[in-house]
């Protein structure tokens, strides 16, 4: 599987990282699972709707923050990406805390991929 990550999703992990010191090690987590099973699995994972693209746009609602202790999956941690399956390939959207925004941009992702 091949990932990649947009530039405003480097700067949302560049954010984030400087209150989830372990986020970085959390995403090769979510790699390894992603490179095995890189579909939507609800409840984790589900395809956004209504976008009218081609590919499946998916949003992780459970990852695993071990800044976040006690929490597990729960974390609130939000991850959004695009899922090439032709081409193995994955694509990192956005990357966002639950009580920082609500939903995803779906602006970014239309820009993005349209």
């Keep these: 599987m091949i990932f990649e990550e947009l530039t405003e999703f480097d700067k949302d992990l560049k954010n984030l990282l400087k209150k989830y010191r372990t986020l970085n090690d959390d995403l090769d987590i979510v790699k390894q699972v992603l490179t095995i099973v890189p ?7 589900f395809c956004i709707d ?3 693209l081609e590919t499946c746009v998916i949003k992780v609602k459970k ?8 929490r597990g999956v ?8 695009a899922y090439f399956e032709k081409e193995e390939k994955i694509i990192f959207v956005e990357l966002y805390h ?3 925004k609500e939903n995803e941009d779906k ?3 239309l820009n993005n991929f349209k």
């Design 39 to 45: 579909e939507a699995r609800p409840p984790f994972s």
């Design 50 to 52: 209504n976008l009218g």
């Design 63 to 70: 990852i695993a923050c071990k800044a976040l202790k006690g």
């Design 74 to 81: 729960n974390s609130g941690l939000r991850l959004i990406y």
């Design 98 to 100: 639950k009580n920082d």
């Design 107 to 109: 602006q970014r992702i």
